[in-house]
């Protein structure tokens, strides 16, 4: 199954389907590698686990975008929903199931970092020939994009953003003279032009925040903190459109003003919200936020079951670097350290892709379910391998969750307020 899966991952990375002389074909190329994917994983004889949370959240959630767009009087909506949404759980449950194996994690993740390279090529093409070999130019300003899903550059820059992290992981593995790191490192270098390439204010931010985690779990917080700080003022002088970021800018203004609308809906409809996909009916502009975007359109039930969702995968990324086993021996060490080293990654991709996602409205897409999925599966293949990590439990968290999710909504609605008044003085 994992190389079905791979080919799947690979095709909606790169995405041939989405070139011009593929797309006038009409034939369904990702469709039919996930249900191949998807059917030979259900012959296959090996165990299927799921014993983790995520997976009913992610079912639960679906159901709750069905429910909101059928409640807002597009009933026939409820199935465009579940057809928009039942690829991605697919795609979730075979990658949760395969990253069990924490050879296939390394396998998923070298998967996202070489189709993330094509994509930096294609944007290095882009920049010195004016388009790249999918036809697509650079926008009006310069930044690359690239096709399908990633034609903005902000989510092409997320996508590297996420990938970064991978890329060292991969490179610690060291062989072949040092060459297999050095090309691992290449990598991460190629993927730093792709985001300057991109010229993306929430992807550069994004980088900030991931090496700040990785201070912070190598110096502590004070100099994670400091450090980060002083980042932040030498980004604000580089000659990109950081030298832009304003409140009262135009740019920065309108989405600061789709937040209040967003906002606004959710108090108008505070159960399920205006509907998955009808915040931009309500306003001209889409949400630029992920999480206003799922508060406004499903409410405070999506909304709490979302972030349970999102949230269950940091807390597994923590559980593991918290934890202190027993090791016996260097062996056991040994193997301790790559473990702890996978959860530092997939906490520092989980950061990037967020650090840029409160920026856009990513809520739906489907990296963020590939990389949730990704923890899960390596999660619940670390509890097997180490049987005294932390078993989440749904039922124990109910409360919770729903308090962090009010929490968060009026958390939102303060940031909210507190940029309008720094925009009109």
């Known amino acids: 199954m994992i190389v079905f899966l791979l080919i799947y991952i690979a095709l909606v990375l790169i995405r041939p389907q989405d070139y011009p002389g593929m797309a006038n074909l009409g034939i369904p190329v990702l469709p039919l590698a996930l249900l191949l994917a ?42 465009v929903r579940l057809t928009e949404f039942l690829p991605m759980l697919i795609a979730f449950v075979l990658v949760a199931q395969a990253a069990q194996s924490p050879r296939n994690v390394l396998r998923i993740m070298a998967t996202f970092v070489l189709c993330s390279l094509v994509l930096v090529v294609h944007g290095i093409e882009q920049v010195e020939l004016g388009a790249g070999w999918t036809g697509m130019p650079t926008v009006q300003d310069g930044r690359i994009q690239y ?15 996420m990938s970064i992290p991978m890329a060292l992981l991969l490179s610690a593995g060291g062989g072949l003279l040092g060459l297999r790191r050095l090309w691992w490192w290449l990598a991460v270098a190629l993927m730093l032009y792709g985001v300057y390439l991109t010229d993306s204010r929430g992807a550069l931010l994004a980088v ?48 600061i003003d789709a937040w209040y609308e967003g906002t606004q809906m959710f108090i108008a409809n505070p159960l399920f919200g205006v509907g998955v996909g009808n915040f931009t ?47 016996p021996d260097a062996r056991s060490a040994s193997l301790w350290r790559g473990e702890r080293a996978a959860a ?15 920026f856009l ?32 439990r749904l039922q124990d968290d109910l409360v919770r969750w729903g308090m962090i999710a009010l929490g968060s909504a009026v958390a939102l609605w303060l940031v909210v307020k507190v940029l309008l008044m720094m925009a009109w003085s």
């Open 361 to 392: 409205s990513r809520s739906y897409v489907i990296i963020l379910y590939l990389l949730l999925g990704l923890i899960t599966g390596w999660y619940m293949g670390a509890q097997q391998r180490w049987p005294g990590l932390p078993v989440f």
């Open 281 to 327: 009916e309500h306003n001209y502009l889409t949400a630029h936020n992920s999480f206003v975007l799922v508060l406004a359109e499903t409410g405070i039930i999506g909304f709490t079951i979302w972030l349970a969702l999102v949230g269950y995968p940091l807390l597994m990324t923590l559980a593991v670097i918290r934890h202190r086993p027993e090791l």
């Open 208 to 255: 900030m925040a991931m090496l700040g985690v990785w201070i912070w779990r190598r110096r502590g917080v004070v100099t994670a903190g400091l450090l980060g700080a002083g980042g932040l003022a030498v980004l604000m002088m580089l000659p990109t459109r950081m030298q832009e970021l304003d409140a009262s800018e135009a740019s920065a203004y309108g989405r």
């Open 38 to 79: 998807f059917g030979v994983w259900v012959i296959e004889r090996q165990h299927k686990s799921f014993n983790s949370p995520t997976f009913i959240l992610f079912a639960a959630f679906t159901l709750v975008a069905m429910v909101s767009v059928a409640v807002n009087g597009w009933v026939g909506g409820a199935l």
């Open 344 to 358: 530092t990654t997939l906490l520092i991709s989980m950061v990037g892709f967020f650090a840029c996602a409160f």
């Open 147 to 161: 096709v399908g899903i990633f034609s903005d550059p902000n989510d092409l820059a997320m996508l590297f953003v």
